[in-house]
């Protein structure tokens, strides 16, 4: 049967959410409803209402980070049941397409190869929506949609938890720390005794330092322009702490002289032109790595020289971690509840689901790490 519920809708770019009540129909063939828990703002949900971002779909309904427990399964559904603890994921794992079946890479043929991430699975695998709000169809979200009481994923989005877990912080591995921590293990491949530098100290950003430490990076340089975030990042292993504002030269020259020459890894997870090319110019010849992992929406080209690749640098790039997601996220979960890693540092603020656009501006006023709202 139908469900009604509360969600925030995205009617168009520029303009806050609105709680609606929406309508939110039965899973279809291999597809499953899930109540959403808890869910956390990304900056990635903030892209699509930026009226600067041309490619966005309205009506939304925005969110890809959340977990919550499945309501009921459609037909053909067999490895979920009512009750299961669960997060929905925008990187799919069919686990049958060549790119399922390569150790090379997490990506899934369900999603395009060409299309943003960000407006990709905007529907169903029919080609339709199972939200409807006044009477009209209402799109998905990166086959998530996490900012409703109730959502609708296909069965190869969506990973079952251990029953323990505590949905108000695992959700964060929807999107923000997977990508960042995993950005350093499986990306990057950070290894023993190694130096790194990280621009950027937002979710993904933390999460990262934290894959270096676990690595065993023996300096790890953290970088932001909000001095505020250097407390978190030491409590996370950094070793160094610069805010670029407070330098008299450019911060790839200073992490040069600091480390004689260059890192051996650079991350990036702020997005930005000139934080890529920072991250790219402070790497060591030779050897160095640059992984980039936050991309700015508005951003539409960097510009290096061969030279820069001949003298032996690596330039690569990572979408969720490069986890294989089905199979990686419970793991996960276990090591969260093991303390391998800390979520809990992660989340700033915890506020009710109906304050999501308080949320938003405290996100885009840089004043959180990561928020979280409950239902």
């Known amino acids: 049967m139908v469900i009604k519920c509360k969600a925030a809708v995205a009617w168009e770019a520029g303009k806050p959410l609105c709680i609606e009540e929406v309508e939110v129909a039965p899973p279809k063939a291999h597809e499953v409803r899930v109540q959403i828990i808890a869910t956390a703002l990304c900056h990635t949900d903030a892209h699509p209402i930026n009226p600067k971002f041309k490619e966005a779909l309205f009506p939304v309904i925005l969110g890809h980070e959340g977990a919550g427990i499945v309501e009921s399964v459609g037909p053909g559904v067999t490895s979920f049941k009512p009750g299961d603890k669960v997060i929905p994921l925008y990187m799919a794992q069919c686990g049958k397409c060549k790119f399922c079946l390569s150790p090379l890479t997490n990506f899934c043929t369900k999603l395009s190869l060409v299309k943003n991430p960000i407006v990709d699975q905007e529907l169903m ?6 939200f409807t709000c ?30 323990d877990a505590n949905l108000e912080r695992v959700c964060l591995l929807g999107c923000g720390f997977s990508t960042g921590y995993g950005a350093a293990i499986n ?19 933390l999460s990262a330092i934290m894959g270096c430490k676990v690595a065993g990076a023996s300096r790890i340089i953290a970088i932001d322009i909000n001095s505020e975030k250097f407390t978190k990042a030491k409590a996370l292993g950094a070793t160094d702490c610069l805010n670029p504002r407070n330098l ?16 051996d890894f650079a991350l990036d997870c702020a ?28 951003i539409r080209g960097l510009t290096i020289s061969p030279v820069e690749l001949i003298m032996g640098r ?5 979408c969720f971690g490069g986890w294989k997601s089905i199979d990686s996220i419970p793991k996960l979960v276990t090591d969260y509840k093991n303390k391998i ?13 109906d304050k999501i656009n308080e ?17």
């Not at 030269?249 to 020459?261: A, S």
């Not at 690596?314 to 990572?318: D, F, L, Y």
């Not at 006023?365 to 239902?375: A, D, E, H, P, Y």
């Open 314 to 318: 690596t330039i690569n790039g990572t």
């Open 271 to 298: 997005g930005g032109p000139e934080a890529m090319r920072a991250a790219l110019d402070c790497t060591t010849a030779g050897w160095g790595t640059c992984t980039f992992i936050g991309v700015d929406s508005e």
């Open 341 to 353: 890693f800390d979520l809990d540092i992660l989340v700033t603020h915890t506020l009710p689901f």
């Open 125 to 130: 695998e029919d080609k339709t929506s199972r």
């Open 248 to 263: 008299h030269k450019p911060i790839q020259e200073v992490i040069i002289e600091m480390t004689k020459g260059g890192v």
């Open 359 to 375: 949320a938003f501006d405290l996100m885009n006023q840089g004043k959180s790490i990561r928020i979280v709202l409950t239902f």
């Open 187 to 205: 990306t990057a491949k950070v290894t023993p005794g190694s130096t790194c530098a990280i621009f950027g100290l937002g979710g993904v950003g």
């Open 134 to 163: 006044k009477g009209k169809p209402i799109y998905h979200f990166m086959g998530t949609s996490t900012f409703t009481q109730y959502t609708v994923v296909s069965d190869i989005n969506l990973a079952k938890i251990d029953d």
